[in-house]
Every structure is written in structure tokens, then in C-alpha cells.
């Protein structure tokens, strides 16, 4: 299998959550392939110290300030990209976020931004992408940024609906490709799984821990950049060979107890 990024060059990626962690570091190995990155996320500074940072690189990133837990802005942020940059061709579901509270004596205003941005944001990008694929006849791809915990419950307090919110990531990026399948699109998609990676969906309580600095120190806990090269590699297969599920964890993982 020759693996090449060179069909997605000048072409339009979107990337939500571009603002730190995974996101920016997708968003980054994106611009150096040159594609032209419209990076989605709220906090608009981060984003223009990204793009100041990518400057003069082959392609281009274009902040979209950009709510993922809101319909409107995700809507808008398509409009945008259609006016001023082109057909999408890639779309990443980066976006997610956690909070700490419990399924017994739970927080429902974490609950529902939980599944505003993990599971309704996600599905809203991916139809508002679909959509301009399939007006502008473009096999584009679709990659999912799940988690180990959309496979299996992990033992750590306080997750309360995370991994239900990951487990429907799953079932929706499946979905997808049976209905993607069944119409007979050329669409692909990938659901991919990190296990735990160091970025700031992990609560700093437990990041400022001698605990953590040690798992960080032990390379227990992968860094994004590894997310970002499975990412790349998922995008360089052939047009006809679609990477349906990757897993990206550390060979030695801490228990978090």
C-alpha cells in the first residue's frame, strides 16, 4: 500500500477543537501537508497564535471562532468555508470535553455539554460536511476523535456520561459507514481511538499531581503528536482502502488508581 498525502494538497480540512492539544497538533501536520485548515474552536486567540506560528508554511490555517456545543455557529462556520475557502474535503470531530461530576448525584448542565459537543456537535459537522461533499461530488473523509473509553468503561472517577457520550461516537461513525456504504458513496471514515493523551481535557487537579508528571515522565501518557501522525496516516491510504477503526494508546498504561 503507497501511502501519500499529495491528492489532499490545497485542499480544505476542517478541524474542531483546534485550539489545543490533539486539535492543534492535527491541525499543525495538516498545514505542513498543505492543506488550507480551517481550525474550528471558541477561544479565537489560541487559534491566530496557531496560525501566526504555521505562517510561511505549504499550506495555510484560517481561524473560525467557532462554538461546537451551538448549531448556529457550527452552521456558520460551514457557511464561511464554503464563501471563502472551498469544498470541504476532510472534516476531523476533534472536539470533546469532560466534567467532573457523577451519574448518582450528578451535575445535568455537565451532562448536557457532554453530549452537546461529544455526540450532537460531532453529528452536526458531519452533516454539514457530508453535505458539501456530496454537492461538490467529492470523495472527502470523515475522522472521528474517540477514545479508549468508547470501547470500555474505564475505573476513574468522576467520567459520569463521558463514556457514554464516546460509546455513540462509535456507534456513529459505523453507522455512517453502512449508510455511506449502502448509497454508495466513496466517502471514508474513521473512527479513531487514543488512549490517554496529554492534553487539557484532563482536569488540573489530577495534571498538577507528582502522579501525573510521573505517568507523563514514564511515557504512560502518549503525547498528541502521535494522535496527529495517526490522523495523517489514516488520510494517506489509497482512495479505495479506508481505515475503519485505529486504536493509538501507550504500551504501558497507568491503572489511575
Known sequence: MVLSMDRWIGKVAVVTGAS??????????????????????????????LAKKLSGKKGKLYPVKTDVSKEEDILNAFKWIKENLGPVHILVNNAGVGGHTTLADGDTEIWKNIINVNVLGL????????????????????????????????????????????FAVTALAETLRLELLNSK?????????PGPVD???????FRNTEQFK??????????????????????????????????VRAVIEPTFK
Open 20 to 49: 489545543s492539544g490533539i486539535g492543534a497538533a492535527i491541525a499543525e501536520a495538516l498545514v505542513e501537508k498543505g492543506l488550507k485548515v480551517a481550525a474550528l474552536a471558541r477561544r479565537k486567540d489560541r487559534l491566530e497564535a
Open 123 to 166: 453529528s452536526i459537522a458531519t452533516r454539514e460536511a457530508i453535505r458539501d461533499m456530496k454537492a461538490n461530488n467529492v470523495d472527502g473523509h470523515i475522522i472521528h476523535i474517540n477514545s479508549i473509553a468508547g470501547h470500555q468503561v474505564i475505573d476513574f472517577p468522576g467520567l459520569n456520561v463521558y463514556p457514554a457520550s464516546k
Open 185 to 193: 458513496s466513496k466517502i471514508k471514515i474513521t473512527n479513531l481511538s
Open 199 to 205: 492534553t487539557e481535557i484532563i482536569p488540573d487537579s
Open 214 to 247: 510521573g505517568y507523563i515522565q514514564d511515557k504512560m501518557i502518549i503525547e498528541p503528536e502521535n494522535i496527529a501522525d495517526a490522523t495523517i496516516y489514516a488520510l494517506s491510504t489509497p482512495p479505495h482502502v479506508q481505515i475503519q477503526e485505529l486504536t
